[in-house]
């Protein structure tokens, strides 16, 4: 039997880095937000059973609203707030399936960590 493979997206970033007033994941390409193009491929992954993805705590409206929803994300189970630094937004998404807060509980599958 298939263990279950959960995807961890990693979506927090300020752009900082970019110089840009427009977080990395939100700047559009080919009229999508990059964070869209990480997310088909885990969409249309036939080994990703679910998806946590990890953003802003002060941008999950808007990626439930703009993103998930908007582009019908199916396998996105989980969006939650990211960290100070990436090491805690991943540590944040594991906390999500420690604690089976997921609809399916990932007890002794995989996980994927997107970067």
């Known amino acids: 039997m298939k263990k279950r493979c959960t995807a ?3 979506a927090a ?4 880095r970019m110089k840009s007033n427009v977080a990395k994941q939100f700047m559009e390409l080919d ?3 990059l964070i869209w193009y990480a997310l088909r491929a885990v969409e249309d992954s036939e080994i990703i059973d679910d ?8 941008d999950i409206p808007y990626v439930r609203r703009e993103i998930v929803e908007k582009y019908d994300f199916r396998k996105i189970d989980t969006v939650t707030a990211g960290g100070a630094e990436r090491c ?6 594991l906390r999500v399936i420690a604690r089976e807060q997921m609809r399916v509980a990932n007890r002794d599958g995989y996980v994927f960590i997107h970067d």
Do not use: H, Q, Y
């Not at 970033?13 to 900082?16: A, F, L, M, N, T």
């Open 8 to 10: 961890v997206v990693l």
């Open 13 to 16: 970033g300020s752009g900082k």
């Open 31 to 33: 009229g999508k937000p």
């Open 51 to 58: 998806c946590i993805l990890v953003t802003g705590e002060e």
């Open 88 to 93: 805690f937004s991943v540590a944040n998404a």
